[in-house]
């Protein structure tokens, strides 16, 4: 005879009988003794409660130990991913970009520049020309920074006396040998030294004007307002910025050899705020005696240190100072060192072991590669990242590097893994420096023949021999990623929702708590949760 039933109201008391909660907990999950190594596609995190809408979940993160976004979003510093324009765009999306090294270090400060300058609150280091400079001039800093509105005064520097401003508008059909003094507005509306940037931004409004110089008790020119800024602000709310300057958030890459100091210096001047230590694997005595160097001359830099997948590894670069950690070996989808060296590891694996061992030391995680979809960038955050880094889901955008072309009827753009042939080739006397895309903020010596990022990064550059650890290809078009990181955002917030949590401090927390609970996925499973009758989805 079946037992009684129990009333409905006593549901929720009943779960107190069960001695542990539906799932696995984190820790049974990601014991490698049992299941081995786990990658994103081999698990799934079980759902909560919804109490609250998906756009109250804040997905805000530090990244540094110093450094905190408002969205967990990086490009990798892939020279078929991330130079300016990718850079910028990511900052303003509330993400930050890192641009690649392979290329020149005058280049590559180049593009760090235009990224500071694209978006300030004051401007305290604007470009300034005299009235003896020429058209010619401002249409060069147009063509190079993406911007001509410009302070003139008597000497050409700040700190001068302001005698007037040039924009788009007083160059248009001038001559480019015109003297400045011959078009550029003498009748000025400035703001005096001291004034806030609430009033600033009032005096700018009401003026109408493009930019607000800001003048000292001897109309001495001091920094500069841009209105562009304020309208950037409004469609922006989450851009990436410095606190203090207002500036956008700049990183960048360099590699771990001598000559990566001189490079370093260049992007510190051009105002880098974040470097990464670009290894495949960074375990090695060049990254720890690079990172102690680093905290000696440039402190206030912040420095992630990598690739590493294990705690060992970790550890090493802990200890020499690194800010947060890279983590990803032979996980990317155009990466074959795994198959290729036989070493890495499985990088959910590889997350969650790093991420619980920095943890304890205040050290943010970075998880790199392997990222195909919202699910997989929730999941690295759940195993404690605290941000992930995409290469090919980046790539084919229109902000990617690189032209479009047409392949098999679609629209494409070229896709490599830094370690393919096709990177370790560039740079190369013979080779163009233009194979990577996108010159707008390139300087002219970018072309030249320069140390080659990817053989560094793989420590082949001595090898008469290259073996490739990454592969070539083509991405579709995948359109802007004005559209498509608002569609990350979005997709990671519901993701959370579904899960019950409010922010992904909660989510890590509950996590670790053992609140929020996963389940394994066998082989079979994986391939029956998609959706097989599309022959494609996009993502």
């Keep these: ?17 069960y001695k542990r909660l539906d799932g696995l907990s984190v820790n049974d999950l990601m014991d490698s003794r049992v299941h081995g190594g786990l990658t994103y596609n081999d698990f799934l995190m079980l759902p909560g409660k919804i109490d609250f809408p998906a756009s109250g979940v804040i997905t805000e993160t530090r990244i540094t130990r110093n450094v905190v976004l408002k969205t967990p979003f990086m490009s990798s510093p892939m020279d078929t991913v991330t130079e300016t324009d990718m850079a910028i765009s990511l900052a303003l999306l509330g993400g930050i970009g890192v641009i690649h090294h392979n290329q020149s270090p005058a280049s590559q400060a180049a593009m760090v520049r235009a990224v500071k300058r694209h978006e300030n609150g004051f401007i305290a280091d604007p470009v300034v020309l005299s009235p003896n400079h020429t058209v010619a001039d401002v249409l060069d800093i147009k063509a190079r920074l ?3 509105g410009i302070p003139i005064t008597e000497t050409g520097s700040l700190g001068a006396k302001l005698v007037g401003i040039v924009t788009s508008r007083d160059v248009q059909f001038e001559f480019p040998e015109t003297p400045l003094h011959e078009v550029m507005t003498t009748s000025l509306v400035t703001a005096s030294q001291g004034v806030t940037l609430t009033e600033a931004n009032q005096i700018l ?21 841009a209105r562009s800024d304020l309208l950037k602000n409004q469609n922006y709310p989450l851009a990436s910025k410095d606190p203090h300057s207002k500036q956008l958030y700049a990183a960048a890459a360099v590699g771990t050899r001598s000559s990566d100091k001189d490079r370093l210096k260049l992007l510190v001047e051009a105002g880098l705020d974040i470097v990464i230590l670009d290894s495949s694997q960074g375990n090695s005595l060049f990254q720890i005696d690079m990172i102690h160097w680093i905290k000696q001359t440039f402190p206030k830099l912040e420095v992630i240190a990598g690739n590493v997948v294990t705690r060992e590894q970790a550890a090493s670069l802990i200890a020499a100072g690194a800010d947060a950690l890279r983590v990803g070996m032979g ?23 790093v991420a619980e061992f920095a943890s304890k030391f205040g050290v943010p995680v970075i998880a790199d590669g392997g990222i195909g979809n919202v699910g997989h960038i929730v999941k690295a955050l759940a195993l ?3 941000a992930v880094m995409m290469g090919g889901l980046l790539a084919g955008t229109t902000e990617a590097p690189g032209e479009y072309f047409y392949h098999d009827g679609k629209r494409v753009k070229s896709y490599r893994g830094m370690g393919s042939l096709e990177a370790m080739e560039q740079g190369k006397p013979g080779t163009s420096g233009q194979v990577n895309g996108s010159t707008k903020h390139a300087s002219q010596s970018s072309s030249k023949p320069h140390e080659n990022a990817a053989t560094t990064r793989y420590f082949s550059e001595s090898s008469a021999v290259k073996v490739a650890q990454g592969v070539s290809g083509d991405v579709q078009d995948k359109g802007s990623v004005k559209a498509f990181i608002p569609y990350l955002y979005v997709g990671v917030q519901h993701s959370l929702q579904d899960i019950g949590v409010r922010s992904v401090a909660e989510l890590q927390e509950g996590v670790k708590e053992g609140r929020v609970r996963f389940e394994m996925r066998t082989a079979k499973r994986t391939v029956g949760g998609r959706c097989s009758w599309l022959a494609f989805v996009s993502v």
């Design 146 to 148: 993406g911007f001509c």
């Design 384 to 386: 404690g990242a605290s």
């Design 205 to 225: 409004r009401a003026s109408k004007k493009g930019k607000l110089p800001i003048v000292d008790d001897h109309e001495c020119l001091t920094s500069l307002l």
């Design 331 to 353: 996980s990317g989808s155009i990466c074959i060192t795994q198959e290729v060296m036989a070493v890495g590891r499985p990088q959910a694996t590889a997350v969650f072991a």
């Design 1 to 17: 005879m079946a037992g009684a039933l129990l009333s409905p109201s006593e549901a929720v008391a009943h779960l107190e009988t």
